[in-house]
Nanobody, 123 residues
Framework: QLQLVESGGGLVQPGGSLRLSCAGS????????IGWFRQAPGKEREGVSC????????YYADSVKGRFTISRDNAKNIVYLQMNSLKPEDTAVYYC????????????????WGQGTQVTVSS
């Protein structure tokens, strides 16, 4: 059974950092693109950053470019999202998702989803 489990969320002050992890199991990890998505209250879920199966192609939303870094360790079946210079508007539930990977996309209709982890940025 394909599973994705997010961890690393929490409360952080503006300007701080968090590292999110997405651990996959039950599938051939490097065959899938992995994306990070977020949903704030009252807003649509949006793509934050996505990475191809090999790690060679990466996408960042304009709102996080230069602040967030996505990476993957296929030997450990983990994708990371390093979030620096956090802003209150980054507050959301963050989800990781897996997509069959003929090419990279970073849209909401990914195939498989984790349960999410809360990130709150507040003074």
């Amino acid at each position: 059974q394909l599973q994705l489990v997010e961890s690393g969320g929490g409360l952080v002050q503006p300007g701080g950092s968090l590292r999110l992890s997405c651990a996959g199991s039950g599938f051939t990890f490097d065959y899938y693109s992995i994306g990070w998505f977020r949903q704030a209250p009252g807003k649509e879920r949006e793509g934050v950053s996505c990475i191809s199966g090999s790690g060679n192609i990466i996408y960042y939303a304009d709102s996080v470019k230069g602040r967030f870094t996505i990476s993957r360790d296929n030997a450990k079946n983990i994708v990371y999202l390093q979030m620096n210079s956090l802003k209150p508007e980054d507050t959301a539930v963050y989800y990781c998702a897996a997509d069959e990977d003929p090419s990279l996309r970073c849209n909401v209709p990914y195939d498989y989803w984790g349960q999410g982890t809360q990130v709150t940025v507040s003074s």
